[in-house]
């Protein structure tokens, strides 16, 4: 089964074809990182929304296929930039609609705890994070072995002070990625850092947690309106407004 795999849940935009295989693991075919600058010069492409489709077309034809090759779409529905996760699911969620398609959303988290999977110690407990801004990283926590994933706690955005605590209930815990070089002065010599190049979520590894799910799926229109992000916490527009818009709400 040949996925398409995304992840914009940073400005790391990550874009995968890949094909999932019964009983084996994924073979990826070809794939592609593109980093956002996080203030684009005039004129630029600028964020994922400018570069997504391009990256797209450019693996499709490095390979000689075309959209219509795609048996599946496979995302990382986050946490991560709200904005980068709106543009990343809805682009994928369209081409998945119109091609009538089956499509997946995992956490980008788990997908960063899978990568990092042959740099861990046997049963260590990985601890991905990524720059939730506003003195905060998203967290996960998870064991990782045999290609799969395991969450040992529930995902949250959390204050340093607040990580150390929580990982202190989780006795041999490792961080790694981007949220670990963002806060590095509040968490070394506080939290282990693991030894790995695995900064932010890869295509690759969502669609290697989302291959079982898709394998000999078909089309489901209800389970693809359902997909949303996963977003830890609210987004201003919640905070701002907790009864939403319309008739009888706060504004």
């Known amino acids: 089964m040949l996925v398409a795999a995304l992840d914009t849940a940073t400005l790391t935009l990550s874009v995968a074809l890949v094909d999932v295989l019964p009983g084996a693991a994924p073979r990826v075919r070809c794939e592609r990182t593109e980093h956002a600058p996080a203030r684009p010069a005039p004129g630029a492409t600028g964020g994922h929304g400018g570069r997504l489709p391009g990256a797209l077309v450019a693996l499709l034809d490095a390979e000689g296929l075309r959209l219509a090759d795609v048996e599946g779409f496979a995302i990382g529905i986050g946490p991560g930039s709200f904005t980068g996760l709106r543009i990343g699911l809805a682009t994928w969620k369209g081409l998945a609609y119109a091609n009538r398609r089956p499509i997946a959303g995992v956490s980008s988290l788990a997908a960063m705890a899978l990568a990092a999977e042959a740099d861990a110690r046997p049963g260590?407990?990985?601890?991905?994070?990524?720059?939730?801004?506003?003195?905060?990283?998203?967290?996960?926590?998870?064991?990782?072995?045999?290609?799969?994933?395991?969450?040992?706690?529930?995902?949250?955005?959390?204050?340093?002070?607040?990580?150390?605590?929580?990982?202190?209930?989780?006795?041999?815990?490792?961080?790694?990625g981007e949220g670990y070089a963002a806060y590095a002065a509040a968490l070394e010599g506080h939290l282990a850092r693991l030894a790995t190049a695995i900064a932010a979520p890869t295509a690759a590894a969502v669609a290697a947690l989302a291959g079982p799910r898709l394998a000999g799926a078909s089309f489901d229109p209800q389970a693809l309106f359902a997909l949303e992000p996963h977003y830890v916490r609210p987004s201003e527009a919640e905070l701002k407004f907790p009864k939403g818009l319309g008739p009888g709400a706060d504004r």
């Open 124 to 176: 260590e407990v990985l601890v991905p994070l990524l720059d939730a801004k506003k003195g905060e990283v998203y967290a996960g926590f998870y064991r990782a072995a045999g290609g799969a994933v395991e969450a040992v706690l529930p995902e949250a955005a959390l204050p340093p002070a607040a990580l150390l605590e929580r990982v202190a209930t989780v006795p041999g815990a490792a961080a790694f």
